[in-house]
């Protein structure tokens, strides 16, 4: 849908209209036929036609193209009222810059920002509304620190709070020791599993080692042996000699 030509000030060109709505021209596009009209209006056309509104010529998505430019800048030339007219505002800008002061105007109805509230409020009397609110937050006035909305303010209970902020923070405390618990002892058992490895394995070495001392004692006995043998040998033959 295009812009109410009612909001304009002074003559629109009907070449500035859309050939669908006879609206002022919104986001437009133009067929080959030179025929304008507002994108979301032809779009709505197209699903159910296969021709121009205005002619009857054949035309499709693909060949709609943007306004020519001398006619984009007679658009955005035009000069319109504030959507929020009926509201107090007295703002006139070009369609060009419309949107923009539209969406910074002080007399449009935005939504409250507290949570729960319906309440639509012109954006310049905002504050005074969140001012007075049912729905606003506040800090406690007790000192308790709980965080509570105007309408809660006959329910509220500083002990119950504390109390139950008070169970909250042991459940989470314990829950916590138990978490600390469980990853102390697994750290525990695996060190455990890697000691026991490490002591399997120095005492397959150790016995290794023993194995390798005895062998070695062994092979020193026999050494020992065959010198005295040799030694003896020797002897024998040295008196032999001397007899001879």
């Known amino acids: 849908m295009g812009y109410d030509i009612e909001r304009f000030v002074g003559y629109v060109n009907e070449g500035l209209l859309c050939s669908i709505c006879r609206d002022v021209l919104e986001d437009p596009l133009q067929a080959p036929c030179e025929h304008a009209f507002c994108t979301a209006c032809i779009?709505?056309?197209l699903v159910h036609h296969s021709n121009c509104p205005e002619d009857r010529q054949v035309i499709d998505v693909a060949l709609l193209r943007p306004l020519y430019r001398y006619m984009k800048n007679d658009l955005n030339r035009l000069q319109l009222h504030c959507r929020n007219r009926e509201f107090?505002?007295?703002?006139?800008?070009?369609?060009?810059?419309?949107d923009r002061h539209e969406r910074e105007c002080e007399y449009s109805q935005i939504p409250c920002s507290n949570?729960?509230?319906t309440v639509q409020i012109e954006r310049r009397n905002l504050d005074g509304h969140l001012a007075v609110c049912e729905y606003r937050s506040r800090e406690c006035p007790n000192g308790c620190g709980y965080t509570i909305l105007s309408a809660e303010d006959t329910q509220h209970n500083c002990v119950a709070e504390l109390r139950t902020e008070l169970e909250l923070?042991?459940?989470?405390m314990i829950c916590r020791v138990e978490e600390a618990k469980h990853e102390m002892e697994s750290r525990l058992d695996s060190q455990r599993r890697h000691m026991v490895q490490k002591e399997s394995i120095l005492q397959n070495e150790i016995e290794e080692l023993k194995s390798q001392i005895s062998r070695l004692m062994s092979d020193v006995c026999s050494l020992m042996a065959a010198e005295r043998q040799h030694r003896q040998e020797l002897e024998q033959a040295e008196?032999?000699?001397r007899e001879l």
């Open 88 to 98: 107090g505002c007295e703002m006139v800008c070009s369609l060009e810059s419309i």
């Open 115 to 117: 949570a729960g509230c």
């Open 169 to 172: 923070l042991r459940s989470e």
């Open 239 to 241: 008196l032999e000699k």
């Open 43 to 45: 779009h709505g056309w």
